[in-house]
Nanobody, 128 residues
């Protein structure tokens, strides 16, 4: 069954770092732009970053610029989200998605039903 699987979440103290992974099974990520989204309890889903299929372009929400870095390793069929200087407001379930839509602001507005693939999420909790 073709699917995306996120991993790397956990409990981390403020100021710490995490690296989230988004791996595909049953299909290759080579031809897809990949996006990361998050949703905190009681809040709307937020698109935080995306990367083009060739890794030639990336895009970040203003709320995460300069702290989040997205990159991909197509040989490993995996996309990563490096998160530094974590804040309590980063606490959320983080999801990755794959779609052929061009990476950019429009991509970060996509919902689960609008993407080709959507993962099950990984929990990130930032707390002391």
């Amino acid at each position: 069954q073709a699917q995306l699987v996120e991993s790397g979440g956990g409990l981390v103290q403020p100021g710490g770092s995490l690296r989230l992974s988004c791996a595909s099974s049953g299909f290759t990520l080579d031809y897809y732009a990949i996006g990361w989204f998050r949703q905190a309890p009681g809040k709307e889903r937020e698109g935080v970053s995306c990367i083009s299929s060739s890794a030639g372009s990336t895009y970040y929400a203003d709320s995460v610029k300069h702290r989040f870095t997205i990159y991909r390793d197509n040989a490993k069929n995996t996309v990563y989200l490096q998160i530094n200087s974590l804040k309590p407001e980063d606490t959320a379930v983080y999801y990755c998605a794959a779609d052929r839509v061009e990476c950019g602001g429009y991509y970060l507005g996509l919902s689960p039903g609008e993407t080709d693939y959507w993962g099950q999420g990984t929990q990130v909790t930032v707390s002391s």
